[in-house]
Each structure stands twice: as C-alpha cells, then as structure tokens.
C-alpha cells in the first residue's frame, strides 16, 4: 500500500499568514493526489485534484503543487473560514490512502 | 442536484452486521464510481472500499473478509455490509463519487456521514 505521510499534524496561523501543509508518498503517485478540507462535523470538501488543479468554487487563495513523491497545498493569506482540518489523498493505486491530517487553527 | 446521503442504523451491537445504504441523486450509477469512507471520532479518514460503475469492487485488504459493498442501478443506491463489528468500528461512515474514467478522478461529492456506535 501507499503510505502518505502528511505534515505538520497541526498548525496555527494569524490572519493573512501563508501556511502550507506537505504530503510525502512512499514512491511515485504521478500527480494522482487530492486536497480537502474538513470542518468540524461536516463532510471533506475538495480542494485541489491532480495536485494543482483548483475545484469549481474553491477561493484562488488555496493552491497545490508537486510532483513524483512531494506534494504541498498553500493557503495563501489565512481567513477565518479556513480553519479546519486538511487531508491529502492519493488516487494512484488501490487502495487509496489518505495523508494523517493537519488541524488548521487561526492564532 | 449532486446528492449522495447515507442511511442506516446509529447503534449496532458488538458481533452484529452493519448495513449502509448510499442513495444518490443528480447523476447515474453507470457513469460514476462509489466508494465508501469511515472516520473514528477525533480521528483520521479510512478509505474501505469502492463499486466500480460496472458493479466490480475493491476493498481495503484490512476489511476485505468482513466487507461487501454492491448496489442496485435502478434505485440508485449503493450498500455497505460489513459483518463481525466491534467497538472499533465505531465512526462516521461516508459515501462518496468519482467519475468513472480509465485513470484517477477525484472524490468530488461526498455525503453527510452517517454516525455508527457498536456498543452493546
């Protein structure tokens, strides 16, 4: 199986501060790689697919890069809004396996 | 409308079987996968398994011999059965799509989870 080692499991931001949160998979998932965001009790909502492409509604803000093994999104000027926890997930191979998660909070 | 909402008991006694169901609107069953995904509270997602739109299947090998998942097209609606439940089966269970394609699509809709307690 792909392992996705996600980094840092949590994080605290002021507002407008750029964070970014890394993925590492444990060989080469060819862009094959998923962001979402989760709210407490809500559903994950996705973010970027093939690493960087932004989803229909999602602010410019948010941003994914990354090639081969690294993988990162970037919240380009932190909101209030975007507190939540964030996942990453490979599409490479089955079974598909999610990154362990980073808490997001505004400082 | 894209919808996909799960349904199913809230409380499951230990030893018991789970049945889910995904009843999805706005889109078929033939053009798109299904997959399944748990989260134990305070913790992360679990990928458990996928119907294909031609009805094969996958699952997570760590649940493969208590698992089943299948659907019924015409419905619109995808179930889950997973047998031998015990405390750690305890989470949110969610349904959700991706497009069916030779290649990666990603989940792109989700439902709102359904809450599953194996507690006796």
């Known amino acids: 199986d792909i392992q996705m080692t996600q980094s840092p499991p949590s994080l605290s931001a002021s507002l407008g501060e750029t964070v970014s949160i890394e993925c590492r998979a444990s060989?080469?998932?060819?862009?094959?790689l998923a962001w979402y965001q989760q709210k407490s009790g809500k559903s994950p909502q996705l973010l970027i697919y093939?690493?960087?492409s932004l989803q229909d509604g999602v602010p410019s803000r948010f941003s994914g890069s990354g090639s081969g093994t690294q993988y990162s999104l970037k919240i380009s000027g932190m909101q209030p809004e975007d507190e939540g926890v964030y996942y990453c997930l490979q599409g490479s191979k089955y079974p598909r396996t999610f990154g362990g998660g980073t808490k997001l909070e505004l400082k | 409308q894209v919808q996909l909402k799960e349904s199913g008991p809230g409380l499951v006694q230990p030893s018991q079987t789970l049945s889910l169901t995904c009843t999805v609107a706005g889109f078929s069953l033939t053009s798109y996968n299904v997959h399944w995904v748990r989260q134990p509270p305070g913790k992360g997602l679990e990928w458990m398994g996928v119907i294909w739109n031609t009805g094969g299947t996958r699952y997570n090998s760590a649940l493969k011999s208590r698992l089943s998942i299948s659907k019924d097209t015409s419905k619109s609606q995808v179930f889950l059965k997973m047998n031998s439940l015990q405390t750690e089966d305890t989470a949110t269970y969610y349904c959700?799509?991706?497009?069916?394609?030779?290649?990666?699509?990603?989940?792109?809709?989700w439902g709102q989870g359904v809450m599953v307690t194996v507690s006796s």
């Open positions: 060989e080469d998932i060819y862009s094959n």
């Open positions: 959700a799509r991706d497009e069916a394609y030779y290649g990666y699509t990603p989940f792109d809709y």
């Open positions: 093939y690493a960087s």
